[in-house]
């Protein structure tokens, strides 16, 4: 079945940095497209970043320019890299990809952007 496992989250001061990643299994990783997704408390889940199975990537205005999105099909992972953080950064960020007509979610990892 498919699983995604999210990792990398964490408590990081204002401008700082993160990598976020993602293990996929149970799926043909490379053919298909992959998304960060991210849920602030008391909001709704936002899409923040996809690369699809070719390489493009595409990103939400308000992490344009100081995130990247990439992937590692050898190893099945998908990454954020999450730069100049903000305090309204913080959230549960999430994982997903749409396979077989239906979306994939994983557990989700913490970033919390705080002094």
């Known amino acids: 079945q498919v699983q995604l496992v999210e990792s990398g989250g964490g408590l990081v001061q204002p401008g700082g940095s993160l990598r976020l990643s993602c293990a996929a299994s149970?799926?043909?990783?490379?053919?298909?497209?992959m998304s960060w997704y991210r849920q602030a408390p008391g909001k709704q889940r936002e899409l923040v970043a996809t690369?699809?199975?070719?390489?493009?990537?595409n990103y939400a205005d308000f992490v344009k320019g100081r995130s990247t999105i990439s992937r590692d099909n050898a190893n099945n992972t998908v990454y954020l890299h999450l730069n100049s953080l903000k305090p309204e950064d913080t959230a549960v960020y999430y994982c997903?990809?749409?396979?077989?007509?239906?979306?994939?979610w994983g557990q989700g990892t913490q970033v919390t952007v705080s002094s």
């Open positions: 997903n990809t749409y396979y077989q007509f239906k979306d994939y």
């Open positions: 690369v699809t199975n070719s390489g493009s990537t």
């Open positions: 149970g799926f043909i990783f490379r053919r298909y497209a």
